[in-house]
T-cell receptor
């Protein structure tokens, strides 16, 4: 069975410093992995996705994530945080063999001035 | 521009009343989904549909109903049987690829019981 664990429910960083949001997954097959961002009272926007091509995936707004099979991780990073990055971030795993899409519980990113 | 449109953005329900949330997509996606999100919590799947005239219950289907008469539309009815319906509702659709489905979301609808 698939599962996804976001290791931090809240992360606070200062503006201009690096961001690291952690995600671990469990899957018996090569999964597809995604990160979504949700601003208050909005829907979820796709940031980036991994689908078994390059292990380092670049997304929108300067975010990127690295797929590490040996660590079963797909952590989201950004070199320099901006105030507009304050939002909820969801890690998602999908098994290409079926239609199951599993969401993590989310990480709330706070940006300190 | 292609996308997913949810309406209304805000809806108020009286006790004992059924209400319907609309979801329309022009992305030509086969699969559509309804999720419920409670404040500070993740997403929970209510119903999903992989094809017209077919749909399956998700994890929290009790008190909800759906229909899928057209590919573009997947309305959700919150019935009076749903005792705690106040939440943010998200509609989504996805397109199948061999590498896996990518899911796209609407802007959401707030439902409040008054």
């Amino acid at each position: 069975a698939q599962s996804v664990t976001q290791l931090d429910s809240h992360v606070s960083v200062s503006e201009g410093t690096p961001v690291l949001l952690r995600c671990n997954y469990s899957s018996s097959y090569s999964p597809s992995l995604f990160w979504y961002v949700q601003h208050p009272n909005k829907g979820l926007q796709l940031l980036l996705k991994y689908t078994s091509a390059a292990t380092l995936v670049k997304g929108i707004n300067g975010f990127e994530a690295e797929f590490k099979k040996s660590e079963t991780s797909f952590h989201l990073t950004k070199p320099s945080a901006h105030m507009s990055d304050a939002a909820e971030y969801f890690c998602v795993v999908s098994d290409p063999r079926d239609d199951k899409i599993i969401f993590g519980k989310g990480t709330r990113l706070h940006i300190l001035p | 521009d292609g996308g997913i449109t949810q309406s209304p953005k805000y809806l108020f329900r009286k006790e004992g009343q059924n209400v319907t949330l609309s979801c329309e997509q022009n992305l030509n996606h086969d699969a559509m989904y309804w999720y419920r999100q409670d404040p500070g919590q993740g997403l929970r799947l209510i119903y999903y549909s992989q094809i017209v005239n077919d749909f399956q219950k998700g994890d929290i289907a009790e008190g909800y109903s759906v229909s899928r008469e057209k590919k573009e539309s997947f309305p959700l009815t919150v019935t009076s049987a749903q005792k705690n319906p106040t939440a943010f509702y998200l509609c989504a659709s996805s397109i199948y690829a061999e590498s896996g489905n990518t899911i796209y979301f609407g802007e959401g609808s707030w439902l409040t019981v008054v």
